[in-house]
């Protein structure tokens, strides 16, 4: 800025700032040179206002993480600090609405145990739920109706199963012998005395509902662990080496009650015998396979098997 030393007034007056009409007072007046000409400001004793731009030279330094006092406009023009902690930006607090749920500056899903719940009975066909499209890379919504047709038509529901095999060739004494079993290959229980291809096999759960648990052999029962309808196949392989007859029973040891029975007679050679029932099972309830001959010379092989499929509940109703 240039100096006015030894400058004649008559020649510098119009640089000069000066107030419109009067001294400076409480009301605004106009800053203007010393021609006339209005300036962008405005002064009172209390207010500095500017009637264009405010402009700021230069870059402003970075606010800390910690400040939260921003600058705003009111609804008269007048700057005002906001504290963003207390007050966001449109509201004084942040509101979740359910399922959101808001703590502090944290926004989240609701748990989902805090909801309130839908039924089997009380769900209708147009209730909808929240899923991903994947396709489109978008939230979107299917309704019960779409969702259980989708169901229906799409996924096949797998029936657990436990398929039970002999290790070993075992055989067929005169006096009762409960049936022991082959390991699971692979199951933390197992002693690793038996292959993936000696095997007993489980599908689905069935490891969870039927188990193979030990009486007077290891592994000569079957314990069911969930309450529904099963079928049970059972196909016994045999050799004679002489003429005899031989039972073979599915044996509830509650009792115990023989659920299944099959009686043969054997000559020389080899015989399957293959029969089947569908039964309901309690959960806690054990099963053995027991057989016994009118003499020796009958062996079972390990084409035997004992086949139990968990169909489902059953209702009692009926």
């Given at each position: 800025?240039?100096?006015?030393s030894g400058s004649?007034?008559?020649?510098t007056?119009s640089?000069?700032?000066?107030l419109?009409?009067?001294a400076?007072?409480?009301s605004?007046?106009v800053?203007e040179?010393?021609?006339g000409?209005?300036t962008?400001l405005k002064l009172?004793t209390d207010t500095?206002?500017?009637?264009g731009?405010?402009k700021?030279?230069?870059?402003?330094?970075?606010?800390?993480?910690?400040d939260?006092?921003?600058l705003?406009?009111?609804?008269t023009?007048v700057?005002?600090?906001?504290?963003?902690?207390?007050?966001?930006?449109g509201t004084?607090?942040?509101?979740?609405v359910?399922p959101?749920?808001a703590?502090?500056?944290t926004?989240?899903?609701?748990d989902?145990?805090?909801l309130?719940q839908?039924t089997?009975?009380?769900t209708a066909n147009n209730?909808k739920?929240?899923?991903?499209?994947?396709?489109a890379s978008?939230?979107k919504?299917?309704?019960?109706?779409?969702?259980s047709?989708?169901m229906?038509?799409?996924i096949?529901?797998?029936?657990?199963m436990f398929v039970?095999r002999l290790?070993a060739?075992?055989n067929v004494?005169?006096?009762?012998?409960?049936v022991p079993?082959a390991e699971?290959?692979?199951?933390?229980t197992?002693?690793g005395?038996?292959?993936a291809?000696?095997s007993?096999?489980?599908?689905g759960a069935a490891?969870?509902e039927?188990q193979?648990?030990?009486?007077t052999?290891?592994?000569d029962?079957?314990?069911?662990?969930?309450?529904?309808l099963?079928n049970v196949?059972?196909?016994?392989?045999?050799?004679s080496?002489a003429?005899?007859?031989v039972?073979?029973?599915?044996?509830k040891?509650?009792?115990?009650?023989?659920e299944i029975?099959?009686?043969?007679?054997?000559?020389?050679g080899?015989?399957?015998?293959?029969?089947s029932?569908?039964?309901?099972?309690?959960?806690?309830e054990?099963y053995?396979l027991?057989?016994?001959?009118?003499g020796?010379g009958?062996?079972?092989?390990?084409?035997?098997?004992?086949t139990?499929?968990?169909?489902?509940?059953?209702?009692t109703?009926?």
């Open positions: 800025m240039g100096s006015l004649k007034i008559k020649d007056y640089l000069l700032l000066k419109e009409s009067s400076v007072s409480s605004e007046q800053v040179d010393g021609a000409n209005n962008a009172s500095v206002e500017t009637t731009d405010l700021i030279s230069g870059t402003p330094a970075t606010a800390a993480t910690s939260v006092t921003a705003m406009l009111s609804s023009g700057v005002v600090t906001r504290n963003l902690s207390t007050s966001p930006i004084t607090s942040v509101t979740a359910s959101l749920s703590t502090g500056s926004i989240e899903i609701e989902a145990g805090n309130n839908l089997s009975s009380t209730d739920f929240l899923i991903w499209d994947e396709s978008e939230y919504y299917i309704d019960s109706t779409n969702l047709g989708y229906s038509s799409t096949v529901p797998v029936n657990t039970a290790q060739a075992t004494p005169t006096t009762a012998l409960k079993f699971i290959y692979g199951d933390g197992a002693t005395s038996t292959t291809a000696t007993c096999v489980t599908f490891s969870s039927i193979l648990v030990s009486f052999n290891p592994r029962g079957f314990q069911i662990n969930s309450e529904g099963y196949d059972i196909s016994i392989e045999l050799t080496t003429n005899i007859d039972t073979i029973s599915f044996v040891t509650s009792g115990p009650t023989t029975a099959s009686y043969r007679t054997v000559k020389s080899t015989y399957t015998a293959s029969f029932k569908v039964m309901e099972m309690q959960g806690g054990t053995t027991d057989v016994v001959a009118t020796a009958a062996q079972l092989t390990t084409n035997s098997t004992v139990i499929t968990n169909l489902g509940s059953y209702n109703s009926f």
